[in-house]
């Protein structure tokens, strides 16, 4: 199983829906800088969900002045139109999910 950060997030014209992450690979499971094998790359949100469906854990990464905090696990939801997006389990830490990552 690999380790995958998102680092930046772009919403679709709605601004309701995440279209494109800006994220990267763990290197060999490092948290900290430089963690990702290459330098983050955009991808659609399918390209996220398929790296979830093939069993790979997938984080919100926060840079902050005290570090790298990370967010909660990111999973597939269904919106109520059938498409799918993506979401976190348990949005327990305040200013930690997928919307409040930097947007590019």
Do not use: C
Not at 28 to 53: F, K, S, W
């Amino acid at each position: 199983m690999a380790l995958f950060f998102i680092e930046a997030v772009r919403f679709d014209d709605s601004g309701q829906r995440i279209a494109k992450v800006r994220w990267g690979k763990s290197k060999g499971g490092q948290v900290m800088p430089p963690a990702t094998v290459d330098d983050p790359q955009e991808a659609d949100v399918q390209a996220v969900l398929d790296t979830i469906a093939n069993g790979d854990e997938v984080l919100p990464k926060f840079h902050s002045e005290n570090g790298i905090i990370l967010g909660p696990k990111v999973v597939d939801i269904q919106y109520d139109d059938g498409m799918h997006g993506l979401g976190t389990v348990g949005d327990d830490a305040p200013g930690h999910s997928l919307s409040d990552l930097p947007s590019f």
